[in-house]
């Protein structure tokens, strides 16, 4: 009982456990915390369930009655190579509902290499409306030729083709990928990272402030952890 990071996504909220120094949009627009009640219950071997109840998305406190059902079906093989995650959120009833399933896979291919893949769906019905939902897909390949450095490359496509997020405020979809190499020293990690994002409509801005359909980026980015 109290308030935890999310359960949803393949990123996580603290910084230093992420490869990549920047969020994917499938991570962006989900969830990043829950304050509620949950319970983890063991299913034997490598499988487990998780189940509760939350206020919205991301509020500590509200004065709303609405609730959240979250959920989480984990399990793995036995040596841990592949982990497999189906996550859930829900609401439903009053002005909106709402559904959320999510997909995380992990799998160590080698001791040096290692793929992760996550997919999302997230869809909202009004009252009086019809249901749209938005939904995005993205790969991580991750090498780790050395203790003190390793590089990942994801690859993520964004469909919002319905409009339910603003984005650009204009109803799109976006690919992107994003190249970080990670220098570990200690408890330090050095991240330059190279980004590129190209949506299908201009709804990005270039360095003259001009609409454009891509972005390329760089950042030098370090986390630190105690």
Not at 47 to 55: D, E, F, H, K
Not at 68 to 89: C, E, H, P, R, W
Not at 127 to 150: M, Q, R
């Amino acid at each position: 009982m109290g308030k935890w990071a999310t359960h949803i996504g393949y990123e996580l909220v603290d910084a230093y456990l992420n490869r990549n120094y920047s969020m994917d949009y499938m991570f962006s627009y989900g969830p990043f915390s829950h304050t509620g009640l949950k319970a983890d219950i063991g299913l034997g071997g490598k499988s487990a369930l998780m189940l509760g109840v939350a206020n919205p998305s991301d509020m500590v406190t509200t004065t709303m009655s609405r609730k959240y059902a979250i959920a989480q079906f984990s399990t793995g093989t036995s040596n841990d190579k592949v982990k497999a995650f189906l996550n859930y959120q829900g609401t439903y009833g009053g002005s909106y509902s709402l559904t959320q399933f999510d997909l995380v896979v992990t799998a160590a291919v080698t001791d040096m290499f290692s793929i992760g893949y996550n997919g999302t769906v997230q869809s909202v019905k009004p009252e009086s409306g019809s249901s749209k939902s938005w939904w995005g897909s993205a790969l991580y390949f991750n090498v780790d030729p050395s203790s003190s450095f390793g590089i990942t490359l994801r690859g993520e496509y964004f469909d919002n083709k319905k409009g339910i997020l603003s984005i650009g405020d204009i109803p799109t979809s976006i690919f992107d990928i994003t190249l970080s190499p990670n220098f570990k020293v200690g408890n330090l990690t050095i991240i330059p990272e190279l980004r590129l994002d190209a949506g299908k409509d201009e709804i990005f801005v270039d360095h003259k402030s001009n609409p454009t359909k891509s972005t390329f980026t760089g950042i030098l980015a370090a986390t630190y952890h105690f």
